[in-house]
């Protein structure tokens, strides 16, 4: 049983079939709710899971006793610096979630009037920063941070950095589907539902 929005990290276990691989998951909130990460690092998966809320508490409880598993509680942006940040209480009806739809861009948070937000401050680095630290090879990347991802999608080359699928929020608006299709040039979009596409190499 998987724990995304709409079954997409079935659909990347299934792709992958018993290859376990290296993860990077953009906006992992408490590793959770809707998340795209955890059935794969269930089933043996290394992961790198980048949260720049106050909910990345969780993920370092969750994780403490997992050495496959790195969490980096900061954001991906176009410049190293600190921005104001908009948490957000609950988003599902009669839930306990928090943090779901935080921004850095507020004007997202008028897409959801029932939420509560508070406002407060988080670092961002730019993709270089953070990858060139690491360098590893990532072949799954998941990418959900509500109004940042085209910021942060185009600083990555896909290619380089082994990624053999793509899973990235969206939310029906058809020019993001255009500029991400465009930009993943080489890849075939496999999966489209109103919240995510994944694109995956053949």
Known sequence: MGYSQNNEDEFVLEYFGGFK???LEIGANNGTDLSNSKLLIENGWHAHLVEPG???ADLFLRHSLNPNVHIYNFGIGDRDEKVKF???GNHVPNGHDKGLVSTADFEETKRWP???FTECEIELVKWDTFYNELRPTFHFI???AEGSDWTILQQIDLQAVG????CIEY???PELL???TNYCNGYRLAVQNMENLIFVTD
Do not use: R
């Not at 990624?163 to 793509?166: K, N, Y």
């Open 142 to 144: 998941s990418i959900d």
């Open 114 to 116: 029932h939420v509560e």
């Open 21 to 23: 691989g290296t993860l």
């Open 163 to 166: 990624c053999q699928v793509l």
């Open 86 to 88: 908009w948490e957000s």
């Open 54 to 56: 106050s909910s990345c």
């Open 171 to 173: 939310n029906s608006k």
């Open 178 to 180: 255009n500029l991400f």
